[in-house]
C-alpha cells in the first residue's frame, strides 16, 4: 500500500504565497496522474489541479493563474505553489495520486490520497 503525506500548509495573509508538498511512499511501481484537492469546512472536495506523468497540467478556473502545480517523478512527490492567496481558498488540501504496483501477474492501479494540510488565508 502507497501512503502520501502533504505538508506546507500555514496561515498566511490574503495575497500571500504557499507552497505545497505531497510525498508518495511505499508499495510504488510508478505513479500516473497526480492532483489536489481541497475541501472547506461544510462543503464538498473540489477539484483544484492535476498534473500528467509526462507533465501536462490542468487546473480549476478558480485557481487558473494563480496556482501552479508540478512534479518530481525521482522523488514521487507533487508540488502546489499557491499564489495570489485569497480567503475563499482556506481549506484543507489533499493530493491525490494515480498508484501502479506491481504484482507477479501483472501490475495493477489505483488512488490513493493523502490526509491533508490545513490553509488558512485571512483577509
Known amino acids: 500500500q502507497a501512503q502520501l503525506v502533504e505538508s506546507g500548509g500555514d496561515l498566511v495573509q490574503s495575497g500571500g504565497s504557499l507552497k505545497l508538498s505531497c510525498v508518495a511512499s511505499?508499495?510504488?511501481?510508478?505513479?500516473?496522474?497526480m492532483a489536489w484537492y481541497c475541501q472547506a469546512p461544510g462543503k464538498q472536495r473540489d477539484y483544484v489541479a492535476s498534473?500528467?506523468?509526462?507533465?501536462?497540467?490542468n487546473y480549476a478556473d478558480s485557481v487558473n493563474g494563480r496556482f501552479t502545480i508540478s512534479r518530481d517523478n525521482t522523488k514521487n512527490t507533487v508540488y502546489l505553489q499557491m499564489n495570489s492567496l485569497k480567503p475563499e481558498d482556506t481549506a484543507v488540501y489533499y493530493c491525490?495520486?494515480?498508484?501502479?504496483?506491481?504484482?507477479?501477474w501483472g501490475t495493477g492501479e489505483y488512488n490513493a490520497w493523502g490526509r491533508g494540510t490545513q490553509v488558512t488565508v485571512s483577509a
Open positions: 491525490k495520486a494515480d498508484i501502479v504496483y506491481k504484482r507477479t
Open positions: 498534473i500528467t506523468k509526462e507533465g501536462i497540467t
Open positions: 511505499g508499495d510504488i511501481f510508478s505513479i500516473n496522474a
